[in-house]
């Protein structure tokens, strides 16, 4: 069996995943107008981990590792603060060869391209290869990062490719690391899309008209011993829409057969999930996909949030990011209001949460999905509660 | 005993000078022509009409070609779509593209970000526009790595066959960076007479160069 031992959240809310829930519980959000003319001409609304809470983690933590004193970028930063307080909360050896890493992220260290920061660090340094590199050396880890780069749904990928290592004995751990930045590339690119919304994103929302950008590091553990924890992973899977590269297919269908994969792992059956945590990017497209895949498996009436009105889209990260809440709220009994949404926008009747509240829950589904046509999903449960 | 190890059944390589297609010369870059029209030339030499080709960035080009000639006269229509699954690898992931995509937007003076090339800076696009030409549903994953590691590729897709998730897959290497391009694709499947091994896949990766 996978267990869940550890997570972690670098983000705007906090620095790991409790100080990320507390927001969530009171209801904050953090995405609010970034005005910064190195990423953006014009005011835009996202989420933004701030550059000296980042540094003063960093700086305590950069002296515990002796394994390489190179510099590092914001983005190996955030990974390596957020890695290491998730690997605080475990007795796992990082610098064993039964200790696997799995990076996920879209870009990596992309703002390096831009031309005043081209001399800064050696031309490499971009290479998403190299950013896994540079994470086990700084761990001492010694096996080979392995870097999963697949659009939005690179974190649940990440999650899942975890659990088949694991799975096959050849390492008894794996950190699964993901991040990417809100850079001027990123931003740029979604802007030249009309995809970024005007005011805080709000997804499955009448009123939605896109997505916002976050910032964020985040951090998920798995291991074939449980380490006192009770939530296991039951399964996963992806699929491809083959329908479109920027646009999700009208029916679904790679979302659907993504839950289906995932389902038939877990050996359940759709009625056996009691929350779901969505895709939930706000997009006009998007959502009404999620709503359509949803309602093909008769999920309707089982309650559903996206995070991203509180921590924005964080790309490479979201998979990770989404299920260190979704753990969160198992471990709490606790759903999570979806921010943002009032009134119902999408074509199927589907039970998206309005009120935060505690009930037991017992077996999630994570979904994901992205450009090239790409679909994910996973579904964890708590031991005990195994159906 | 059962044999339910997959087997790889047909290969295809693309470099600057030469197609192989199991190893054999299939096009060979005889005029020296440059990358871009050289890709062209394979796309004429295979005979296919497919518009979108010309829409897609140089390194999606590349793999959709590979797995073109690749798939030519394979019969996947005896599998389910969601079972063919794509696992593809590379070095510098997009790297050309989003020089593409950063020289658009180097100054708000001259400030031109596209959409049409943005969405190529991923390099699971080109699995995107493989599964839209060819309707498959299957598992997606793109891995990057610094040099060809073929047990990536292949532990990924012996696990998604041994659990089920996945009957056939489509595996390999397309990298492109500025002068230099490199793709190799293999079918495994449970047909073929070469065992779907890191070193057997390695053997073959080595073919081309």
């Not at chain 1, 997505?211 to 291991?223: D, V």
């Not at chain 1, 979302?255 to 945590?277: M, P, R, Y």
């Not at chain 2, 969601?82 to 400030?111: G, P």
Request: proline share 2%; charged share 20%; aromatic share 8%.
């Amino acid at each position: 069996m996978v267990f869940f031992v550890a997570d972690n959240i670098v983000s705007s809310l906090g620095m790991s995943t409790k100080q990320n829930f507390k927001s969530l519980l009171n209801g904050n959000t953090g995405i609010s107008v970034v005005e910064n003319n190195d990423i953006y001409n014009e005011p835009f609304q996202a989420s933004m981990i701030n550059d000296n809470v980042l540094e003063e983690h960093y700086n305590l933590i950069s002296k515990k590792y002796p394994y390489s004193n190179i510099k590092h970028t914001r983005l190996e930063k955030m990974l390596i603060v957020s890695v290491d307080e998730a690997l605080s909360k475990t007795n796992i050896d990082i610098t064993s060869h039964k200790t696997g890493i799995i990076l996920s992220t879209t870009k990596g260290n992309i703002n390096l391209l831009e031309p005043d920061k081209r001399n800064s660090f050696a031309t490499n340094r971009v290479s998403l290869w190299k950013l896994g590199e540079v994470i086990k050396k700084f761990f001492g880890n010694p096996n080979m990062t392995i870097v999963i780069s697949n659009a939005c749904i690179s974190g649940v990928l990440a999650i899942n490719k975890a659990a088949m290592m694991i799975q096959s004995e050849k390492y008894d751990n794996v950190v699964v690391t993901g991040a990417d930045l809100v850079s001027r590339f990123v931003v740029s690119g979604f802007m030249s899309f009309m995809s970024l919304s005007s005011d805080p994103c709000r997804p499955f929302d009448k009123e939605r008209n896109g997505l916002s950008l976050g910032e964020a590091a985040s951090t998920i553990i798995l291991s074939s011993d449980p380490n006192g924890n009770s939530i296991r992973y039951r399964g996963g899977g992806s699929a491809n829409d083959a329908n479109h590269i920027s646009g999700p297919s009208r029916t679904g269908e790679g979302s659907f057969i993504a839950i289906n994969k995932a389902l038939i792992e877990a050996g359940i059956t759709s009625s056996d999930i009691d929350h779901i945590s969505s895709h939930g990017t706000a997009t006009p497209y998007n959502d009404e996909m999620e709503s359509v895949a949803i309602d093909r498996h008769n999920l309707n009436k089982v309650p559903v949030n996206s995070i991203k009105g509180y921590l924005g889209h964080t790309l490479g990260a979201a998979g990770l990011v989404e299920t260190s809440i979704l753990l969160e709220e198992m471990r709490m009994n606790t759903l999570i209001k979806s921010a943002g949404f009032e009134n119902l926008g999408v074509s199927k009747d589907i039970s998206v949460i309005t009120q935060t509240q505690e009930t037991e829950i017992t077996t999630c589904l994570k979904m994901a999905s992205g450009f090239g046509g790409s679909n994910a999903s996973l579904i964890i449960s708590k031991v005990g509660n195994d159906k | 005993m059962i044999n339910n190890s997959l087997k790889i059944s047909k290969y295809c390589h693309i470099s600057s000078d030469r197609v192989l297609v199991n190893g054999k010369p299939f096009i060979e870059n005889i005029n020296g022509l440059d990358n871009k029209s050289f890709l062209k030339h394979i796309y004429k030499s295979i005979e296919i009409a497919y518009s979108k080709f010309f829409k897609m960035d140089e390194i999606s080009k590349l793999g959709f070609l590979a797995v073109e000639i690749l798939l030519k006269d394979i019969n996947l229509s005896v599998y389910n779509s969601e079972d063919v699954s794509i696992v593809l690898s590379n070095s510098d992931s997009t790297i050309d593209t989003d020089y593409n995509h950063q020289n658009t937007i180097n100054d708000y003076e001259n400030f031109f970000p596209s959409p049409s090339i943005f969405v190529y800076t991923l390099p699971n696009i080109m699995i995107g526009e493989i599964s839209i030409r060819n309707g498959i549903k299957g598992e997606n994953s793109f891995f990057i790595v610094e040099k060809f590691n073929a047990e990536i590729v292949v532990d990924h897709i012996n696990s998604l066959f041994l659990t089920g998730k996945a009957e056939v897959g489509i595996g390999g290497w397309v990298n492109f960076h500025q002068e230099k391009y490199e793709a190799f694709i293999y079918l495994a499947s449970k047909n073929g007479n070469i065992n779907h091994s890191a070193s057997e896949v390695n053997k073959l990766f080595n073919l081309i160069t």
